[in-house]
């Protein structure tokens, strides 16, 4: 048995015919043919498969690709290309915020995401106060980007990439 | 054309007088774009989406054997295409470097998890439910799971009981002595991309993109695991998603992936889950370490016992070298070591990240931490004086060696003269501020390597070899060599690495990576250079090649001028007498600062350096986020890394990444880490030493090392987690 979800993946409708088990992630990566998107634990334990679904970040190895008929969703490949990298892809390069590559997607769809939390005031674990601004810091960043496993330890290039986008005021 | 070099003396500076000045510099990665924008293509991802999938059973026993398993009921769920339990299945991964097939058929089961059995079906999820629906039966035996067990067979390797002197003696005299036992915990190496392999035949010939470090050992294992000639074998590996050791040897999944595909006569993709990575990969051994150390009034050591008790499952010839830093990097006359296996029904143990010191330097560390606090001399001072003008034990000179700078240099740069040498003084709010040191030693290694150098017509170059890039940055560095070399930009060198059709290196692992791979792209573009200035009646020494230009004799040219076609050549590097006749080693200090909560004992590190010395630094960026891959690895060791065995039957508790505890962004500070300038004449014509080992030995000891000095409290059980730290804190 399959069933036929529609969904909007990079501004563009894509229609997946897949058994109902199918994880959002897995239609990505062997249905649509968008291996951008990683496996790294399919348990929602490592955030590598991070994408954005309408304008939130999700593990994408958490939820069923049929539960999105038509959401819309931004994954690695929708932010820029190697030609053409976001503001943020530049940056993990330049500052080296990755070795392997393997989480790269993920922290990078997560990243881009939660500057739109931070700028919408969301606050986190580490933050001083409920409400009112958030102020990007380190421990800000770190904090907010600690469901993102990065296991040969980019973190320090990770969290200069983010800071500089921050500070840039571009995504 | 080839170009070959045995490394038989030292060899002087080459690359260093080149004009390009692309070596060294940090160059951003050349697989960067591709990796950010995830079009680097991983091996699950080679696929169409129309190959079969395989997903593997796992035992639920830890010994015992399969005597039957209900293949029809699976056989007829919908889309299931085969159940293979052929007797050429992994048992156990291959070791690294074994380049032979590994312990074979899995109906005979070692250690709870290990595969049995590979269900293939049409999807991903077909495959997934009817492997875990399918029924297996067992004839289970007794097993010991736990190496403090006392019906574990003790296995004594007589190479590795050894003593020089007389140990006993030397502490009854002793001013100052420490006997301390130490513990630390198997670990994994939780590569972010779990093991995948895609297996595809043509007639008799095998195409296998794997996850792969050194895919000239994993195609024989991979072979000979079949039966087949190595030369019906192909493997590639372009984009590997961080290894650590549990890549080295080829893993069930390959084969699985290959027996299936033979079978169904279709591409198969069988990707290891991620509890099936921690129970059927390589583990890192845990540890038992009693450390016995003698010194004089000044401190002067002049005794060293180090005992080690590891594990591994019977028959394997792997077993954690523990004591291998502690050989040469201290003085001291009389010494001693022993070692033990215990062979349990455990996950095969093998190398993860420096196997040996980065555990057994962890123990060593802190007895040196021990020894300073007990004799009130400063653990920098102590460690300077005990720094030997040769190796203690075969005399032999060191290499090249700035050790004495890492301490003195980090100490400086750290503000360690800040530190209050009596435990538990510095307090913020409820916090406990501490700061420790640690030594950092690995061997350096040289190992056979070969690379394919290609000098296009237009001026170009591209650099192919077997080699891995698995998060090391070799695509660049090898990229950096030959644009130095050969006077290019280094946008005008490609590097094609991971696969078996090129010439084949020295592979990712054991630090030896870069010089070795590095080096044969050197002697390739050396031999380029002499046939450029053959071109030109001259010299290769009278020739300056920088961003595509010829000079020689005050005449300029575009190099593609003088080219009427493509030059190819092979560089071949082999060790030779320089690495018999000297001591090689990676060296460096590490300072960390932390903060203890005298409340809930949670510890945190707050600032962290590492200054090493490692010869020539190929690529600053590369290099030193090597080295913070290494440190946070000690963040992890010392702090959060325990894979938990159940007593009763040995099956991993924590097989997941919610409960086998990485570090996070947020345990990480910013980290500091410095090279010292050096150049090893005797390693390699590059001059350079490995970094991806250097890192991890003896960070986590600086960490424990300044949690005593924050809170009074010595950890000797590994990791530090806060129920290790609460009771021995002071109780206001």
Known sequence: MTLKTTLTINGKDRVVDADPRTSLLDALRHHLDLTGTKKGCDHGQCGACTVIVNGRRINSCLTLACMHDGDEITTIEGLGTPEQMSAMQDAFVRHDGFQCGYCTAGQICSATAMLDEARDGWPSNVSDTLDGDVTLSEAEISERMSGNLCRCSAYPGIVNAIRDVAEGGSK | ?732
């Open chain 2, 1 to 732: 054309m080839n170009q070959h070099l045995k490394m038989d003396k030292k060899e002087a500076d080459v690359i260093g007088n080149m004009a390009q000045g692309v070596i060294g510099t940090g160059a951003p990665r050349r697989d960067g774009p591709l990796k950010v924008t995830g079009q680097a293509k991983y091996s699950a991802e080679i696929g169409d989406g129309t190959e079969a999938v395989g997903v593997f059973v796992r035992a639920t026993i830890a010994r015992g054997r399969v005597t039957g398993m209900d293949r029809d009921a699976a056989r007829k769920m919908p889309g299931v295409l085969s159940v293979i339990d052929d007797a050429r299945l992994l048992r156990n991964p291959a070791q690294g470097t074994s380049n032979a097939a590994p312990v074979q058929d899995p109906s005979e089961v070692a250690y709870f998890g290990q595969p049995i059995a590979l269900v293939v079906a049409e999807t991903f999820e077909q495959a997934r439910h009817a492997a875990q629906s399918l029924k297996v039966q067992y004839d289970a035996q007794d097993a010991v799971t736990d190496p403090s067990d006392s019906r574990a067979e003790m296995e004594h390797p007589e190479a590795k009981q050894t003593e020089q002197g007389d140990v006993a003696t030397a502490m009854a005299a002793a001013e100052f002595t420490v006997d301390s036992t130490y513990t630390t915990q198997a670990q994994n190496s939780a590569a972010m991309e779990p093991h995948a392999s895609i297996a595809q035949w043509d007639g008799d010939k095998l195409t296998l993109h794997g996850s792969y470090q050194m895919l000239k050992y994993n195609r024989n294992e991979l072979a000979d695991s079949l039966g087949i000639d190595p030369e019906n074998v192909r493997v590639l590996a372009p984009y590997v998603g961080g290894g650590f050791g549990s890549k080295l040897g080829i893993s069930p999944e390959a084969v699985g992936a290959a027996i299936a595909a033979k079978e169904l006569g279709r591409a198969v993709r069988v990707v290891m889950t991620r509890p099936q990575v921690f129970e059927a990969t390589m583990r890192r051994s845990e540890t038992r370490q009693r450390l016995r150390l003698a010194a004089d009034s000044e401190g002067r050591l002049t005794a060293i016992d180090h005992h080690a008790s590891v594990s591994n499952l019977p028959g394997e010839a792997f077993s954690e070298p523990v004591a291998m830093a502690t050989h040469f990097l201290y003085a001291g006359k009389n010494r001693k070591y022993s070692h033990e296996i215990a062979r349990i029904h455990r996950t095969c143990s093998g190398s993860m990240r420096a196997p040996g010191e980065a555990v057994g330097m962890l123990a060593l560390e802190n007895a040196m931490d021990e020894l300073a606090h007990t004799s009130g001399i400063d653990p920098v001072e102590l460690r300077l004086r005990n720094i030997p003008e040769v190796h203690p034990e075969n005399g032999k000179e060191y290499s090249s060696r700035r050790f004495a700078d890492c301490l003195r240099d980090g100490a400086e740069r750290f503000g360690w003269s800040a530190r209050n040498a009596t435990p538990g003084q510095v307090r913020e709010g409820e916090w406990l501020i501490g700061l420790g040191v640690a030594s950092a030693a690995r061997g350096n290694i040289l190992q056979e390597s070969q690379a394919r150098v290609i000098l296009h017509a237009d001026g170009s170059a591209t650099v192919e070899t077997d080699m891995t890039d698995i998060g090391t940055g070799t695509y660049t560095i090898l990229g950096q060599i030959a644009a130095e070399m050969l006077g290019l930009p280094l946008d005008a060198v490609t590097v094609r690495l991971g696969d078996t059709e090129f010439p084949p290196a020295a592979g990712s692992g054991g630090s030896w990576g870069a010089s070795s791979a590095g080096s044969a792209v050197f002697l390739a573009c050396q031999k380029l250079r002499q046939s450029i200035a053959d071109m030109l009646d001259t010299d290769p020494s009278e020739l300056t090649l920088q961003d595509g230009v010829v000079t020689s004799a005050n005449r300029q040219q575009p190099l593609a001028d003088l080219l009427n076609e493509d030059l190819t050549t092979i560089g071949h590097i082999e060790p030779g007498e320089t690495s018999k006749s000297l001591a090689h080693a990676g060296f460096g200090a590490h300072f960390a600062e932390v903060a203890v909560n005298s409340v809930t004992g949670e510890t945190r590190v707050r600032r962290m350096l590492g200054v090493f010395s490692a010869g020539r630094i190929l690529n600053q960026q590369t290099a030193t986020s090597q080295c913070h891959g290494g440190m946070i690895f000690g963040i992890g060791a010392a702090l959060t890394e325990d894979m938990v065995h159940d007593k009763r039957d040995g099956h991993v508790v924590n097989h997941n990444l919610a409960e086998y505890h990485v570090p996070v962004n947020l345990d990480v500070p910013q980290l500091d880490v410095l090279f010292l300038e050096e150049r090893d004449e005797s390693a390699n014509p590059l001059q350079s030493k490995g970094v991806g080992e250097l890192g991890i030995s003896g960070a986590g000891a600086a960490i424990t090392n300044a949690i005593f000095n924050a809170s009074g409290v010595r950890v000797r059980d590994y990791p530090a987690t806060l129920d290790r730290v609460l009771p021995g804190l002071p109780a206001d």
